[in-house]
Structures are given as C-alpha cells and as structure tokens.
C-alpha cells in the first residue's frame, strides 16, 4: 500500500517555504488546476469516488460552497468528486464544472472536470452499485487514481478492498533553493509485505532528456528531484512508475506519474516594442481610442504571476492637462479621457506605460516600462488669414496672363496639406471675369493673375473683393473670420494701342477690267487710344499683281493697272491686298487690314477647242471625235457653246462634219472612208454665250496613222512622235554622263603616263646637254640656201620634249616637228660585236618602214654644199687667229640651246 503519511502536510510544507523563502505572504485563493483529468471505467457506480479537487481557502479565511454542473456529481468539503448515481459513460469523454462560491461575496471560482472511460472487465458485476464515500481518505490532489470494484459486505456497509498501488500527482514548485536533492513522495506497493520489489521511474527528466531530474530509490521507492525545476522551460513531466521482483519481473502495472511545475513570479513582463506609435486628431472627443499596447510575461497566464496590470506613469507635456489619456489596465487600450487637443499647441504626447504582474500589486509585482508617442493629427480648425486687409497692383492694358499682385495669408495649420492651403475666390469687384487667383504651391501666396486682356479706355482700376478658403471644409462650429476677406486695388495702365481697319476684312465688288487711277474703296483704320492725340499713316504691305495704291492719309484706294478676273493672283473671283496703317505713337504702333476685292466677270476670253491633239487611224472605226471648249470666263459668259466648221479652206466642210451633242460637247466626224498618214489641222470655230458673244477660230491637231487590228498606231512616224517618257529620257542622260566620266578619267590617266615616261628619260640637265650641239658631223644638210630646214632634227629622239608638256606660244622655229614616235624595237645597250651586222639592219629596216624617220635615216648627199654660200670657204679659215673682232652676242637671240656657244665663244680674252 502506499504511504501517504504526512505526504499533504509535506507538500504544503515545501510551498509554504517556498513562498516565505521569496518574502511572499500574498494568499491567492482559488482552485490550483483549472482543469482535473480523471480515466475511470466506463460503469460508474453510485458513491464511487472518482478524483480529488483542491481549494485553496487561504488557511480557512475564506468561506465556500461547491456547485456541480452536473447532477449527477457530488463533491466533499474536502474535495472528493464522487458519482450520486450509477449511469455508463457514452463517449469519450465526459466534461462537467466545478464552481466554488464565497458565501461572503459575490466571489466565485470555477474548474473544469475531464472523465476519460476505459473498459475494465474486473469491476463489470451484476446488479444495483452503490459506493459509500464516508470514511473514505483519498490522496491529497491526485488527477488519475483508479479503484478497484469492491463487493458490499451486508447491506448499508461497505467492505473496502484491497488496491494496488497508487500514486498521487506531484505539484513541485520551481527555482527551489538547496539543498538537493529533496523528497517527493513514497511510492510503495503492498505486494512488497511477502517479496522483495525494485522500484523504477521512465520518461522525460528521467531516463529520457532531459535526464536526471528526478530519481527513485529502487528499494524503498522514494522519488526525489534532484535540482530546480523552470516551469518557463517545461511546466509538467509525465513519468512511468515500475515495480518489479528480484527476478525482473513485473508485479505491477505501470502507471503514469504527473509532476506539475508550480509558476513561481520569476519573470517581468515585457513589452512587444520599447517604443510604441500612435495618432489622434486634434480636437477629438474624450473616450476616442489611440492605439494599444501589449506586453507579455513568461509566467503562467493562468496564475496572477502572469496576469499583468497597464498603467500611464507620466505624460509629457502635461499641457493642457497632465491626464489628457487613460489606458486599460486589462488590455492596454489608450484612450482620450479629457477635450483640448490642439496640435498647433501641442503637437506630440509622450507616455511612460507601466505593466506590472501579479494582476498590478505595487508590492509583490514585477514591472517594466516603455514609451507611448502619440502624434496629434491635424484638422482644419484654423482658417487662412490675410496679412493686409487691402493689396495693390498694375496692369497694362490688353496684356494677359500676367501676375499683378501676390496676395499673403498665414494659417496655423499644418503646412503643405489641405488644411494649410489655402483657395482664393473673387466675390466682387470683377463681373466681366479679367482676373484669377491661383494658389503657390510653395508658400500658399494667392498669385493675382490676368485672365482676359483689359482695356483701358473700359476698365481704368478694378477693386476686387477676395476671400480666402481652405481646401478642405473648416472643422464643423468653426466660422470664417473678417481676417479672411481683403481688398486687391488694381490699376491699369494706358498703352499705345494699334490701329483697327474696321471691318476686317473689308469685301468691295468691283467689275473686272476697271482701268487704272479708277477709286476702289476707302480703307481706312480706327485708333483705339481715345485718350492719345495721334495722327496715322496709312502704306501698302501686299499687293501681288500690283494693282492697287492708298492714299496715306485719307486711306483712298485707287487702281494702278486693269483688274484682270482670269489673273493668277485671283483665287476664287476674290483679290487679296493688306493695308499698314501706322500712328505716331510712343512708341509706334501699326495695325494691318486685308481688302478683299470681289471681281465680276466680263466677256473678256473666247472659248477654245479641247482637246488640241487627236490621233486617229487611216480607217477611223468610229469615224467621229469627241470635242468641247475651254472658257476662262465663268457663267453666264461660257456655255452653252455653238462649234462650226469655217468655210476656208473648201476641204475642210469637204471632208468633215461638225455635230453638236450638247451646250458644251460636240462631235467631229470624218465624211471620207479613209486617210493618208499625216497630221491634219481642222479648223473650229466656237462661240460662247455672254452678252455680246465672243467667238474664236482655234486648229484641232489631227494625227492620222495605220493602225492593227486591237486600233493602236504601228507606223515609225507615230511611235516617233509619241516621244519617250522621262524616264526613258533621264536614263539616256544618266548614261551619257557616265560615259564622259569614263572618258574623262581615261584621258587623265594617259596624260600622268606620259610624265611619268618623261620624268625617267630626263636624267641629263639640259644646262649640260651637249647633245644641243652639233652632234652628227658627216651632215651638212641642202646649204645655206635651204632655210626652210628644221634644226630639230639634228637632236636625239630621246631627249625631245613633249609638246603636252610645254607651254603655250614657247615653241621656237628650230623644233622638231610633231610626229607620232616610231616604236623601235627594243635593243640592248652594248650589243656583241657579233650581233654589229644584224643590229644595222634592223636599225636600216626600221628607218625604211617609219614613214616620219629625220632625213639622216635616209641617203644623203655629203658632197653637195650647194651654191651661192654667202660664207666663206673653211679652208680659208686660219686656225691661229684668234678672232677676237668677231661679235658672238647674236646667238643668244636663237635661243637658251645657243647661250652655251656665245658663252664660249664671246667671252673675249677670257675663252
């Protein structure tokens, strides 16, 4: 059997220690478990004692009475729960609920009841069952006990039976001081009387994690903790109890162990955030909610170590009252709790807000702190208010959207938002609506703006009424003060205006033909500055066929040639001219006006056959030409037309007739089967309608060609003259130019050839070229009688210039005439003297077949000097004189090829 002795005063020992160890004398009274479980069988027995409840009475200060929710359960004073009846459990679980009344107040607690049935075959019996609960002392606060059936030993008794082994729930309370480890409880079994039993303990804190927190003593079955327990970190262990023999084996059922941690206030509350946030506008009733704090405590809710208390410590500033908020204690609510809030006075509140455990006891509570900012929102309870009440400005005349004046107002509002900016309205002061007042978006001035161009010889001043408004509606009570109406004084200043042509465009008709220096119209121009003594001037600013002029001071316009309707100038029978007309103004001013001139037509332009050209086959098939007529003049002076064939030349009316289909069109018909090719001119004689009537003879271009069988023309002629389009004719040029390009690039290119060619053979200087000279000796050429011989063929083939090359009107008499150059063959610079044969023949063939060859390439004659030499004999020449009488100047005038001789031979005593 299990020893319980002394086992609930033990118990309440342990917590009554606990609490005078922490110097807390506090009784809180009330159930110790909001809910106690029970596993019963399901046939429950009348007087059957099911669990116990616990009642924590504060040492019999208090006064109480049960009440069961259900009948059909009673309770002791000490807290036994028996069955008054015998019933079987339906389902599951059966709930029911305890309610204890103080019998001195209105104070009540209540706990919860859970009954689990399972099947238990030994206790089913037949018959009526009944327990008798009196006498019966049942383990102090034990949630899950079962008691065997027992068998009633005469009527009205009861004989109890024997149990096995029971073991009460455990309330350990936590953060226990040493020493350890410390006792719970003694758990025997009554088989231990006649064997030896070994006591043990399973689950988490024990042989589970976390482990070793509680131990039995496998012999005497006592069960220990061995070190503080945290109700924060596990609040309950749910242990197994075994009991076996020496040899292993089980004497008993395990049964489940509960240890309950009992919260001990080890925890302050903490708030959510250290600072908390929160708005109200401005203005509001008392009782409006702000916003809500939270804090939270790690201890038992369900215990007053975790109920906690809010409260406001301090709030700043303390105008207009030091109590302007209130919280909730319970759920940490802020509301107003007094009027004037005014966020032009205050604009932020500061709270410290307080929460303390232990349901708020300033004494045995724990408390910590954070801070409430409540922001106070704006409304619009401040109306704008003008700075002046009356505000000036300018304005020129007929200027517009221009700002004349600045309107300042201040408003106590919160800037920058619809309660701050302000709307300005005209009430009075400006019917014809000239002005608008915008608002600045940057500093809520109104911006007096003009909206319609003013005169000034109408409106000289405007004084206009403003009133200032928000954008929002004001706060409902709240009335707009005077402040908030001014007066703006504008002026308008008086401005050279220009001159008006009335109206404009001015409309005259007149008849065309009107000849020059005829008067038009007078077109003339109002000055709009009544108040401006001013003269005006009037000119021409457009005339395109220069038709017209104006008098510039009368504004008397008069023509200066014939008006002509047919004109290019005239659009639609209507002629446009602009007039200037300028005053004398400061400064001046001009104004512009258009004189429209409406042009009536006049017989004045015969009609003309159309269309001028025609072709038609050699066997027309139709024979006939549709005709009409061209008229420049517009009704009634066009159609409808008469069309005639004159009657010269006879062949004309011979060959043709001329039909009339309507006022406009008629039809030319050929009267012969057929046509030669050719173009024929038909004359057509047109008359028109106007009034007298004008008639003009003008040649229809007939084109008579062959034609195939699908009507088309086929001959040469006809294709000739129907011409090439443009395209074709933009083609042919593109490729002509082309061509020239081509041609052009080519020649260039020859050209740079040739210097290149010229510029290698020039390897000698001419300066220093002997080949200038005489070279050919055996040559004497016709003598001197032969004054027609060109010296230039005396020189080397190689060392003529190109004529491309030199300038023009430099070329000298003594030149080698221009010959295309022979192409000689190729030869080597020193030839073998083997090859000294075959090189003269084929220098000899060459200058046989070179028909522009110099005469020494040809016989000569060396014998002949000819006759009558005006020189002497060279035989008569003496060697030793010295010729100093002889004048060699004249060789410089034949040129820079004989300046090398006259040096030589005319520098006298220096040779």
Request: hydrophobic share 35%; glycine share 6%.
């Amino acid at each position: 059997m299990v020893r319980l002795e002394a086992a609930a005063v033990l118990l309440a020992a342990l917590l009554q220690a606990t609490v005078e160890a922490n110097g807390i004398s506090l009784c809180l009274a009330g159930f110790t478990d909001d809910t106690y479980y029970a596993v019963v069988s399901r046939d429950i027995y009348k007087g059957q004692p099911l669990l116990n409840v616990v009642f924590n009475d504060c040492f019999g200060s208090i006064s109480f009475r049960y009440e069961l929710s259900d009948p059909r359960f009673r309770v002791q004073r000490d807290g036994v729960v028996f069955a008054a009846e015998s019933f079987r459990l339906s389902g599951k679980q059966l709930k029911f609920v305890i309610t204890a009344h103080n019998t001195q107040s209105v104070q009540q607690w209540q706990a919860a009841v859970k009954l689990a049935g399972r099947s238990d075959s030994s206790a089913m019996q037949s018959g009526p069952k009944s327990w008798n609960p009196s006498g019966v002392s049942l383990p102090w606060n034990v949630p899950d006990i079962l008691f065997p059936a027992v068998r009633p030993a005469s009527i009205g008794q009861l004989k109890r039976q024997k149990r096995d082994w029971v073991i009460p729930p455990i309330n350990v309370p936590e953060n226990e001081r040493s020493p350890f480890p410390k006792d719970l409880v003694m758990i025997r079994s009554d088989r231990d009387k006649n064997r030896s039993l070994r006591y043990s303990v399973t689950g988490p804190g024990a042989d589970q994690p976390p482990n070793g927190l509680f131990s039995i003593n496998p012999i005497s079955g006592q069960l220990i903790v061995t070190r503080p327990l945290d109700r924060e970190q596990i609040p309950s262990y749910h242990l197994r109890a075994h009991a076996v023999d020496l040899n292993g084996n089980q004497v008993e059922n395990p049964i489940d162990i509960v240890i309950n941690v009992i919260d001990m206030n080890d925890n302050r509350p903490e708030f959510l955030h250290p600072t908390w946030n929160g708005s109200v506008p401005e203005g509001s009733k008392p009782g409006t909610f702000v916003m809500t704090v939270t804090a939270i405590d790690a201890d038992d809710p369900n215990t007053s170590n975790g109920i906690l208390r809010y409260k406001i410590l301090s709030q700043t500033p303390s105008s207009p009252s030091s109590n302007m908020f209130t919280i909730n204690n319970q759920t940490g609510d802020i509301f107003t709790v007094a009027a004037g809030l005014d966020r032009e006075k205050v604009p932020q509140y500061t709270l410290i807000i307080q929460a303390t455990d232990m349901e708020g006891s300033p004494m045995y509570g724990l408390s910590n702190t954070a801070t409430a900012i409540i922001t106070i929102h704006d409304i619009n309870d401040n109306p704008p208010e003008f700075t002046s009440a009356t505000f000036y400005g300018e304005v020129p005349e007929n200027r517009f959207d221009i700002i004349v004046a600045n309107l300042t107002v201040t408003d106590k509002d919160q800037p920058l938002t619809d309660a701050w900016y302000a709307a300005y309205r005209i009430i009075g002061g400006d019917a014809a609506g000239h002005f608008i007042i915008p608002t600045n978006p940057i500093n809520n001035d109104g911006l007096v703006t003009v909206d319609k161009p003013i005169d000034y010889e109408s409106n000289r001043a405007f004084v206009l009424t403003v009133i200032a408004e928000n954008q929002v509606s004001l706060t409902k009570g709240i009335q707009l003060p005077p402040q908030s109406t001014a007066t703006v004084s504008i002026t308008v200043i008086d401005v050279n205006e220009s001159p008006r042509f009335v109206p404009n465009p001015k409309v005259v008709r007149q008849q065309e033909g009107l000849p020059e220096g005829k008067v038009v119209t007078f077109f003339t121009a109002e000055d709009p500055d009544r108040y401006m003594q001013q003269t005006m001037r009037y000119s021409k600013l457009s005339d395109p066929a220069n038709w017209l002029k104006i008098d510039p001071l009368r504004g008397q316009v008069t023509t200066i040639a014939e008006l002509d309707r047919e004109s290019p100038f005239v659009r639609n029978n209507m002629y446009n001219a602009t007039f200037l007309a300028s005053d004398n103004g400061v400064p001046p001013a001009s104004g512009t006006g258009t004189l429209q001139i409406v042009l009536l037509d006049d017989n004045d332009n015969a009609p003309q056959v159309s269309p001028q050209e025609v072709s038609i086959c050699e066997r027309p098939e139709p024979n006939a030409i549709n005709i009409t007529a061209i008229d420049l003049d517009i009704e009634p002076n066009t159609g409808p037309f008469v069309f005639e064939l004159p009657a010269t030349p006879e062949d004309v009316r011979r060959n043709w007739t001329i039909t009339r289909l309507n006022g406009d069109y008629a039809q030319l018909s050929l009267k012969i089967g057929m046509l030669d090719d050719g173009i024929y001119e038909i004359p057509i004689t047109i008359i028109d309608s106007g009034n007298p009537p004008l008639s003009a003879t003008s040649v229809l271009l007939i084109k008579v060609c062959p034609c195939n069988e699908n009507g088309d023309c086929t001959s040469a002629e006809a294709i000739v003259a129907a011409g090439l389009g443009t395209g074709a004719i933009i083609a042919i040029l593109l490729c002509i130019i082309i061509l020239l390009i081509l041609v052009l690039l080519f020649v260039i290119w020859m050209k740079r050839r040739d210097k290149e060619r010229q510029a290698k053979q020039l390897l000698i200087d001419p300066e220093d070229d002997v080949r200038d000279n005489i070279l050919k000796y055996d040559e004497e050429g016709g003598g001197e009688e032969d004054q027609d011989y060109d010296l230039s063929q005396l020189q080397q083939p190689d060392t003529m210039e190109p004529d491309s090359i030199k300038p023009m009107g430099i070329r000298r008499v003594d030149e080698r005439p221009i010959h295309a150059e022979p192409q000689y063959p190729v030869r080597s610079a020193a030839p073998h003297p083997g090859d000294i044969g075959d090189f003269i023949n084929e220098g000899l063939k060459a200058a046989d077949n070179d028909p522009t060859a110099p005469p020494y390439d040809s016989l000569l004659v060396f014998d002949y000097e000819g006759s009558g030499s005006m020189a002497g004999s060279l035989s008569s020449l003496n060697s030793t004189s010295s010729g100093g009488d002889q004048d060699y100047d004249y060789l410089n005038d034949w040129g820079p090829r004989f300046r090398k001789l006259a040096d030589m031979y005319g520098g006298g005593s220096d040779l």
